[in-house]
């Protein structure tokens, strides 16, 4: 049997704020489906295992140059 482990206050924060910038880093669908995916991760607000995947995407977003517009 696994223990849940809630986040704790800086991982909801890290994971909400990659969310809105996902749709900045890859506009369109794709951006649209990760930050939907990491607001339903801190909604949810507990850690399933060590750092796994779900951070890494926080990591990754996170770390990654903003898409330039045609406009900018």
Request: charged share 25%; no cysteine.
């Amino acid at each position: 049997m696994s223990v849940l482990n809630p986040l704790d206050h800086h991982e909801r924060m890290r994971l909400r704020a990659a969310a809105f910038r996902a749709t900045r880093v890859y506009p369109g669908p794709v951006g649209e489906l990760l930050s939907r995916e990491l607001l339903s991760w801190e909604e949810f607000g507990y850690r399933l295992g060590s750092r796994g995947l779900v951070m890494g995407i926080v990591d990754a977003v996170m770390n990654a140059e903003i898409a330039q517009t045609e406009a900018a």
